[in-house]
């Protein structure tokens, strides 16, 4: 069964330091895809990444980077550097590319993340 | 690019009556659409599945005939929730994907509370 896990609910840290949101994940398709985004307080839900299977390397964007592993099923964001700004709950969620949930994404239960300043 | 819009941001209405919710994607021609419910403080649930031109795919749980759901453009789709109830308040966002297997893009999000 396809599953996604982000085991931390909430997250608070003091501006400037680096803070990781784990994303667990379960599926028995070989093709899938990932992605993290980003809902601030004002709701609407921020595209942050896309990553498929087969592409095992890891990503920077600024002071985002995320760590995919396919061997422990984790697909991890970190970002360094906090800043107030990136308070909100990031979602980790799983799409599917063969199963009857093609297209479908599968969301983690999002892990809130404060950064206070 | 790949900006989704939806009307309105928050509504207020009285139990019994129905409210249309509408998902536009502004700079891309959506094939697939997505809708979904979220409560406060957890995860989104999907609702529906639209394709353009074809019939709404519900998950199951939800009822067909009390959020219906039109997909009549590549830019359009609109959900309206009929006779609304107040257990029917919560947010509502949509999302867009050129493609079946393509990233989908979200809306803001719509408000509903039923009073």
């Known amino acids: 069964a396809q599953k996604v896990t982000q085991a931390q609910t909430e997250i608070s840290v003091v501006e400037k330091e680096d803070v990781t949101l784990d994303c667990v994940y379960e599926?028995?398709?070989?093709?899938?895809?990932l992605f993290w985004y980003k809902q601030p307080p004002s709701g609407e839900l921020v595209f942050l990444i896309r990553r498929n299977s087969f592409d095992e390397q890891n990503e920077i964007s600024g002071r985002y980077s995320w760590n995919f592993q396919k061997s422990t099923s984790s697909f991890n964001f970190t970002i360094t550097a906090s800043q107030v700004v990136d308070s909100a709950v990031y979602f980790c969620?799983?799409?599917?590319?063969?199963?009857?949930?093609?297209?479908?994404?599968?969301f983690g239960q999002g892990t809130t993340l404060q950064v206070k300043p | 690019g790949a900006v989704v819009s939806q009307h309105p941001s928050r509504v207020i209405c009285k139990s019994g009556t129905s409210v249309k919710i509408e998902c536009r994607s502004l700079?891309?021609?959506?094939?697939?659409m997505f809708w979904y419910r979220q409560f406060p403080k957890q995860s989104l649930m999907l609702m529906a599945t639209s394709n353009e031109g074809s019939k709404a795919t519900y998950e199951q749980g939800v009822e067909k005939d009390k959020f219906l759901i039109n997909h009549a453009s590549l830019t359009l789709s609109t959900l309206t929730v009929t006779s609304a109830h107040p257990e029917d308040s919560s947010f509502y966002i949509c999302s867009a994907s050129g493609q079946v297997q393509e990233t989908q893009y979200f809306g803001p999000g719509t408000r509903l509370l039923v009073l």
């Open positions: 969620a799983l799409s599917e590319a063969y199963s009857s949930n093609t297209g479908k994404l599968i």
């Open positions: 700079d891309f021609q959506a094939t697939t």
């Open positions: 599926t028995r398709d070989t093709t899938y895809y």
